[in-house]
């Protein structure tokens, strides 16, 4: 009787790696689509001596509401063998965040982007409904419905709300007292920023002060908070 070569198992714990690194590469495809200032300093960070980028982490907001907070987003990642890393609290802008860290998996020495590269962390933060005032609290709880974030993974992948588009009096609204709660009832759970893993980048960038100074160069307003 003839042999049949079946594929080898993978070690990979969870479920499929592949799946995981697909659904990670349209979150981030939905993400540089949406935003094309991002997916300007991504195609420059990758034409630097033809560099092959690789991730540290990857972040989303979220509303602490029944259904819709952190545990709307970490259960699929928690799945497919990622492990909570740390939490992090901001009183001043009611905000909780929870990071996970990644499954141990074999990436090989040229291994990058989400192909074949180290996964990125997840850092997921909430926003805490409750402390706001009665006002914002009413908006934000006008638009999410019961059990509507159980589609979280899905709508982040395909970059569509959950909820109805909320109109610009309740946005405006909102943004007065919260940026993160206006951001988040807009764009729901797009992710909000990425970051490149500098330390494994080859060439120029792989010294973050060259990376500051590049793109002062080339004219972007870097982020003050937290310093440059």
Not at 15 to 29: A, Q
Not at 157 to 185: H, M, R
């Amino acid at each position: 009787m003839g042999s049949l070569d079946l594929p080898q198992a993978s070690s990979f714990k969870g479920g499929s790696e592949t799946f995981l690194r697909d659904v990670l590469e349209n979150i981030l495809k939905t993400y540089l689509r949406k935003n094309p200032m991002a997916k300007t300093v991504w195609e420059l960070v990758q034409s630097m001596d033809n560099e092959k980028v690789s991730y540290d982490h990857f972040f989303f907001r979220t509303f602490k509401v029944e259904g819709y907070g952190i545990d709307s987003l970490s259960s699929f990642f928690m799945d497919y063998g990622y492990k909570v890393g740390g939490r992090l609290d901001f009183p001043k802008k009611n905000i909780h965040v929870l990071w996970l860290s990644p499954p141990e998996i074999h990436v090989p020495g040229d291994g990058h982007g989400l192909g074949n590269g180290p996964l990125p962390r997840i850092v997921i933060a909430e926003l805490l409904v409750d402390e706001l005032s009665p006002d914002s609290q009413e908006i934000i709880k006008k638009y999410l419905k019961p059990e509507g974030g159980k589609q979280a993974i899905l709508s982040s992948t395909l970059g569509s709300l959950i909820w109805e588009k909320p109109t610009s009096a309740d946005f405006n609204q909102l943004a007065k007292e919260s940026e993160y709660g206006a951001w988040a009832l807009f764009h729901g759970y797009t992710l909000n920023h990425l970051a490149f893993a500098v330390h494994r980048l080859k060439h120029r960038f792989s010294d973050i002060k060259c990376v500051k100074e590049y793109f002062k160069e080339k004219g972007f307003k870097l982020n003050k908070d937290g310093g440059d």
